[in-house]
């Protein structure tokens, strides 16, 4: 369950591509890249997340980064019992594509399937303050113990992106560094149901850099209260 929650985080996370050969996320081999989990204020760190650039296949509009993300401890070292979790992103025609069946365990669980459909999230690489995107609307459907004639339990995820828009391109400092950050905001409800129907708003405020993806993502319940802080720690490429 832990690894289709960093799928579902890290499909919406990621999904967000840029035309003419710029994306926002990191296409070179060998990039180490650290965010840190802030406490809410996001004045001290709660832990770290380590992801790894491993290999770049294609060129261009048509690329495969394949990456290693790894949970780190408050020193910065790779905690205890910790499994890596190896998977892929697509950078395809300008869009960012996670391959949802990489974020599978490394050991394969017979007949769990992961089935994604609806938009693709885009932003142009020529995004400026007050400019406004499309709505998406996406589903994530796991069937875990199915076959092709049964399922001991399918759940499926619905999420929907609205008001989706650049508020300002700014500098921002953070300890990896200063960066001209594109600040976005949206709204996402995600609903799922097994035996009742659960359903939840957040607003998601994110700052994005071009050649590295997400630099600060504050997530905050439709009263306002943050419920996660993350931000870029350190990079080196």
Known sequence: MKR?????????????GVSAGEFFFPA???TV?????????????KGFMRITIKDVEGEGNNITVHCVAE???????????????TYKVHLVDGAVIADLTSFMPIEPVEGVL?????????????????????????????????GVNMSIMKVKTDFSIRDHKCLAVEKITLPAGTFEAYKTSYSMTASSKVLVTIKETHNIT????KGIGPVRTITANEKGKVKTYTQLHSINR
Do not use: C
């Open 28 to 30: 070179e081999k060998g």
């Open 114 to 146: 992961i089935h994604m459909t609806g938009d693709t999230l885009r932003i142009p690489s020529d995004m400026s303050a007050g400019q406004k995107f499309d709505d998406v609307d996406m589903s994530i459907t796991v069937d875990m113990g199915g």
């Open 206 to 209: 994110t700052w994005y850099v």
């Open 4 to 16: 289709l929650v960093v799928a579902t985080l890290a499909v919406l996370a990621l999904a967000f």
């Open 33 to 45: 890249i650290i965010n840190a989990n802030m406490d809410n204020a996001g004045k001290k760190a």
């Open 71 to 85: 949970e780190l401890d408050k020193k910065l070292k790779v905690k205890k019992n910790d499994v890596p979790l």
